[in-house]
């Protein structure tokens, strides 16, 4: 007897009806770039179709986010000045904190989660405190966990650690809680790596390192089983998400993660990712959005639950036509 699978991809019903990983706007949160000034809407050269916006007009990108039923953006601060110690992350009227309190009393249903680290309000672009020519991992956990604390008053869902310090996500529950900030969850950046594929991010924020790199803290591309124990960590530190980052090249570890972890799983599809898409589209080599949406899926398919991607929109729209 032949058997033949190809019987339940005869027809497009047929193959909708039996697909395995469906994949919704809803799995989606949409990164967005927040600086100053004034109607503001700068393009970012190396990721084509992603802007720089001005805090006045970012509910104008909310509005199209939330209109193609995408629950969730994730946003990263420009400051107008950076020092040593980053010491703008922490303002109260700073360019997030404004921005959190803008976008939750028009659009209250919309899940605001905001990144925090060090490497966007550093002039040397690193993730915390250096010293000695060195990230003080301790010194660190003290402004991070004030930036979070900001966040949270200023009205953030979520507050995201992604600058790989040990015992950040313990210091900021800690911080939250002290605060009354109970209901204040955290997504940590659980698994990031020390990757190449973060290069247009780092031109979008300017956040590049003025020495060295980060591989004192991110992951060695090379480990999978300290991504387990990262996991771990981070779980039982008191984490109500966790991610994996970059995407495409770990999705192996996006699968190991889901076998051992239990709680919400994000995975985030970078810059470097987003880049080359466009990059190769715009040369007429690939099918942009076919290999978009299959990038997509496979990182659902891997065990994601929500995918971070500057693809949102995009895929949002094609998904609702």
């Given at each position: 007897?032949?058997?033949?699978?190809?019987?339940?991809?005869?027809?497009s019903?047929?193959?909708?009806?039996?697909?395995?990983?469906?994949?919704?706007?809803?799995?989606?949160?949409?990164?967005?770039?927040?600086?100053?000034?004034?109607?503001?809407?700068?393009?970012?050269?190396?990721?084509?179709?992603?802007?720089?916006?001005?805090?006045?007009?970012?509910?104008?990108?909310?509005?199209?986010?939330?209109?193609?039923?995408?629950?969730?953006?994730?946003?990263?601060?420009?400051?107008?000045?950076?020092?040593?110690?980053?010491?703008?992350?922490?303002?109260?009227?700073?360019?997030?904190q404004?921005?959190?309190?803008?976008?939750?009393?028009?659009?209250?249903?919309?899940?605001?989660?905001?990144?925090?680290?060090?490497?966007?309000?550093?002039?040397?672009?690193?993730?915390?405190?250096i010293?000695?020519?060195?990230?003080?991992?301790?010194?660190?956990?003290?402004?991070?966990?004030?930036?979070?604390?900001?966040?949270?008053?200023?009205?953030?869902?979520?507050?995201?650690?992604?600058?790989?310090?040990?015992?950040?996500?313990?210091?900021?529950?800690?911080?939250?809680?002290?605060?009354?900030?109970?209901?204040?969850?955290?997504?940590?950046?659980?698994?990031?790596y020390?990757?190449?594929?973060?290069?247009?991010?780092?031109?979008?924020?300017?956040?590049?390192?003025?020495?060295?790199?980060?591989?004192?803290?991110?992951?060695?591309?090379?480990?999978?089983?300290?991504?387990?124990?990262?996991?771990?960590?981070?779980v039982?530190?008191?984490?109500?998400?966790?991610?994996?980052?970059?995407?495409?090249?770990?999705?192996?570890i996006?699968?190991?993660?889901?076998?051992?972890?239990?709680?919400?799983?994000?995975?985030?599809?970078?810059?470097?990712?987003?880049?080359?898409?466009?990059?190769?589209?715009?040369?007429?080599?690939?099918?942009?959005?076919?290999?978009?949406?299959?990038?997509?899926v496979?990182?659902?398919?891997?065990?994601?639950?929500?995918?971070?991607?500057?693809?949102?929109?995009?895929?949002?729209?094609?998904?609702?036509?």
């Amino acid at each position: 007897m032949i058997i033949r699978p190809r019987r339940l991809r005869r027809t497009s019903g047929i193959r909708d009806m039996v697909r395995e990983t469906i994949l919704t706007p809803k799995d989606f949160i949409a990164p967005l770039y927040i600086k100053y000034g004034k109607d503001r809407k700068d393009p970012i050269p190396s990721m084509p179709g992603q802007y720089q916006v001005s805090v006045d007009i970012v509910n104008k990108e909310i509005e199209e986010i939330w209109s193609l039923g995408i629950p969730a953006v994730i946003l990263f601060g420009i400051p107008e000045t950076k020092d040593p110690v980053g010491s703008s992350s922490c303002d109260n009227d700073g360019v997030i904190q404004q921005a959190i309190s803008d976008i939750k009393e028009r659009f209250p249903d919309m899940v605001v989660v905001t990144d925090v680290c060090l490497c966007e309000y550093t002039d040397h672009g690193h993730c915390g405190i250096i010293k000695n020519g060195h990230v003080d991992n301790d010194a660190t956990l003290e402004v991070l966990s004030r930036q979070a604390l900001t966040h949270a008053r200023a009205g953030a869902d979520i507050v995201a650690p992604s600058d790989m310090m040990d015992g950040r996500v313990a210091a900021i529950r800690k911080e939250l809680d002290i605060n009354q900030f109970h209901e204040t969850g955290i997504l940590s950046y659980a698994v990031k790596y020390a990757s190449g594929f973060y290069g247009p991010f780092r031109d979008a924020v300017d956040s590049a390192p003025q020495f060295g790199d980060r591989s004192e803290h991110q992951m060695d591309p090379a480990n999978a089983r300290e991504a387990l124990k990262e996991a771990k960590l981070d779980v039982e530190e008191g984490a109500d998400m966790i991610m994996v980052k970059p995407a495409l090249p770990y999705l192996d570890i996006v699968r190991r993660v889901r076998e051992q972890c239990n709680l919400p799983l994000a995975a985030y599809n970078v810059s470097g990712e987003y880049a080359m898409v466009k990059a190769a589209a715009e040369k007429g080599w690939i099918d942009g959005p076919r290999v978009m949406m299959e990038m997509l899926v496979s990182i659902k398919r891997a065990g994601a639950d929500l995918i971070l991607t500057y693809f949102a929109r995009e895929a949002a729209a094609l998904l609702n036509s």
